[in-house]
């Protein structure tokens, strides 16, 4: 019977943890690396060099000379004799008010005419898929087109829809009642705002003992202490006054209330149509996903069908849901860029005016860009972190 000697010492890596795969692999990332960011310099320094030739000013300096553009619907209080860089912000602001409430909007609608496409309405059925299979077919800007001449087409002022007392519907756009905001109205807003989120947290932690002890407890007096009573008492402290402020017809024109303009009013309806056509594909897919047994269960137990479908099926959906649905938020979002074909002044009307006035495109179109780029990896962002929360997890 032999017996194995000691065996020899295992050999060094010459590179440490590195094998010869691992460094024919790091060598040709670092080769492709390198070659696009040759390709870049070069691009770049024949663009500077042609530029310069043709002595066309390059850089930012720009942004700080005085605008000299009108802007005619914008949140931001604007003057033509404030800088570029102002007028972008104004623009970007005019996109965001289109993005985050056309958002809102599609979600709210797409998730009605989804659950009316399953509803065991025949006729409710019927209309919720006529209506997702005319919009989707038809182009976006087209309906832009189509909205944006409806708005033309209506009265003057003078002569106005009035379809609620105080709204007015006209060639001037939509006129609503308003509350005047100002920093007294953002304090008591700001207090609210923070009891939701105190009210979230404490929530979480009812949950969790009730998880432990199984007693149930009651939230609604901590609700209302923090989201009503906190920000009314704030508001009696501070005297905040809270008057609504009537739009009154004046010559030709309507003064007081909130004005949206016929340009944001015609973009806000088709991106908002449009959109909640996929959502509502999105959402009829994502609850059909939830197997018949869950229906099946609820329906044992004598639940209600809106009760089944907001706490037992539509939570279950969501993780089929939340994905293709962060790709219709970017599209709407990108799709807001057709507003120049109307007038409405969003940050990409504003990029064309200023390459238009200072001939410097190539930084005009990179802004555009750089913003489009924030704004949606903003809402990726945000998406894949809520997307991750409700996902399922193993044990």
């Known amino acids: ?17 590195f094998g010869q795969r691992e460094l024919k692999g790091l060598f040709w990332q670092v080769l492709v690396v390198g070659i696009a960011v040759g390709v870049i310099a070069f691009l770049w320094s024949n663009t500077v060099t042609n530029l310069s030739a043709r002595r066309i000013t390059t850089g930012f300096a720009f942004l700080g000379r005085e605008a000299g553009m009108p802007i005619a619907d914008s949140l931001l209080a604007y003057n033509p004799r404030d800088t570029y860089l102002w007028a972008f912000v104004v623009g970007i602001v005019n996109t965001l008010r289109v993005a985050v409430i ?14 009316s496409r399953l509803s065991a309405n025949w006729l409710l059925s019927r209309l919720a898929a006529v209506y997702v299979e005319t919009l989707r077919d038809i182009p976006l800007l087209l309906q832009l087109l189509f909205w944006y001449v409806l708005m033309q087409g209506l009265p003057a002022a003078r002569a106005a829809f009035r379809p609620l007392e ?5 060639n001037r756009g939509l006129i609503l009642p308003a509350i005047p905001i100002g920093a007294p109205q953002l304090w008591v807003l700001g207090t609210a705002a923070l009891g939701c989120a105190v009210f979230y947290v404490f929530r979480r932690w009812q949950i969790a003992q009730q998880m432990r002890d199984g007693k149930p407890r009651s939230a609604w007096p901590f609700a209302l202490g923090l989201i009503v009573m906190l920000p009314a008492a704030v508001s009696v402290l ?4 809270w008057a609504i402020e009537w739009p009154e ?3 030709f024109n309507f003064v007081g209330g909130l004005t ?12 908002v149509a449009y959109t909640s056509a996929f959502i509502a594909e999105i959402v009829r897919s994502g609850i059909q996903s939830v197997p018949r047994g869950q229906w099946d269960a609820a329906n044992a137990l004598g639940l209600r069908r809106s009760f ?3 706490q037992i099926i539509l939570p279950q959906a969501l993780r089929v849901i939340v994905p293709p649905m962060t790709s219709q938020y970017l599209n709407l979002t990108k799709n807001s860029s ?9 940050v990409v009307s504003v990029a064309n005016t200023t390459l238009n006035q200072t001939g410097q495109a190539i930084e005009a179109i990179a802004l555009i860009m750089a913003v489009f780029l924030t704004i949606s990896l903003g809402i990726s962002f945000f998406m894949n972190w809520y997307n991750a929360r409700i996902a399922l997890v193993e044990r």
């Open 1 to 17: 019977m032999t017996s194995d000697g000691p065996r020899p010492p295992p050999r060094r890596r010459l590179f440490g943890a």
């Open 102 to 115: 056309g958002i809102v909007l599609a979600t709210i609608l797409g998730t009605l005419i989804g659950i």
């Open 166 to 170: 105080g709204v007015f519907l006209s």
């Open 238 to 241: 501070l005297g905040v006054p």
């Open 249 to 251: 017809l004046r010559g």
């Open 260 to 271: 949206l303009a016929p340009e944001y009013f015609a973009l806000l309806i088709a991106l």
């Open 308 to 310: 089944m479908l907001r």
């Open 338 to 346: 057709l507003a120049v074909a109307i007038g409405y002044q969003d």
